[in-house]
Structure formats: structure tokens, C-alpha cells
Nanobody, 128 residues
Framework: QVQLVESGGGLVQPGGSLRLSCAAS????????IAWFRQAPGNEREGVSC????????YYADSVKGRFTISRDNAKNTVYLQMNSLKPEDTAVYSC?????????????????????WGKGTLVTVSS
């Protein structure tokens, strides 16, 4: 069964850190661009970060630039999102997607729904 599973979410205080994982099963991530999205209640979905299949390029939304870092470990078939200096406005459900052969500039757009696989998400809550 082809699926993506996110983990690593939780409750953290402002200024804290979390590392999210996006693990693939049933297929290998090597040739896929992986994007992270987030959606808070009442808000539209936002493309947060993306890493290309060859790690040649990464993308970060302005709202997270300098605080979040995306990386991939193809040997573990997993992509990570390291989130530092978290703020209350980072509170959301974070989901990852895999898109075959597409550039990050396309797959990270909020209105892009052409991904090949899509996880159910993990909740991140930033609160004191």
C-alpha cells in the first residue's frame, strides 16, 4: 500500500523546536519532490517547504524562512522538517506530499492537488 505517514507533532512552548518526519511506504521517495503544507482552523492551506528529488533545491515560505529546515534521507525513505523558534502562529496540522518529477515551484503551491501521495497530517500546537 502506497502511503505517507507524518509524525513528530505535539505541544511545544513558543521558542521551542520540533522535528517532523514524513515516512513513505510502498514506494521510494528518491524521484519525488516532497512538500510540507500546513492548515490551521479557519485558514487556507499554506505551502511551507519543499525539497526537490535530487536535493538540488529547497523552498521555504517567507513565514518560516530562517526557522525551518527541510532535509531528506533516501536510505530511510523519510523527509524531515526541523522547526525552530516556533511561534503560536505556526500552530496547524502539517501534512506532506510526494510528487513525481515535478519541481518544488509547482508542488508547493497552495492550490496544487496533483501530488501522487498525501499524508493525513500531524498536529503542531505552539502555546504556553
Amino acid at each position: 500500500q502506497v502511503q505517507l505517514v507524518e509524525s513528530g507533532g505535539g505541544l511545544v512552548q513558543p521558542g521551542g523546536s520540533l522535528r517532523l518526519s514524513c515516512a513513505a511506504s510502498g514506494f521510494t521517495l528518491d524521484y519525488y519532490a516532497i512538500a510540507w503544507f500546513r492548515q490551521a482552523p479557519g485558514n487556507e492551506r499554506e505551502g511551507v517547504s519543499c525539497i526537490s528529488s535530487d536535493e538540488g533545491s529547497t523552498y521555504y515560505a517567507d513565514s518560516v524562512k530562517g526557522r525551518f529546515t527541510i532535509s531528506r534521507d533516501n536510505a530511510k525513505n523519510t523527509v524531515y522538517l526541523q522547526m525552530n523558534s516556533l511561534k503560536p502562529e505556526d500552530t496547524a496540522v502539517y501534512s506532506c506530499s510526494a510528487s513525481y518529477g515535478r519541481p518544488c515551484t509547482v508542488v508547493v503551491q497552495a492550490d496544487y492537488y496533483g501530488m501522487d501521495s498525501w499524508g493525513k497530517g500531524t498536529l503542531v500546537t505552539v502555546s504556553s
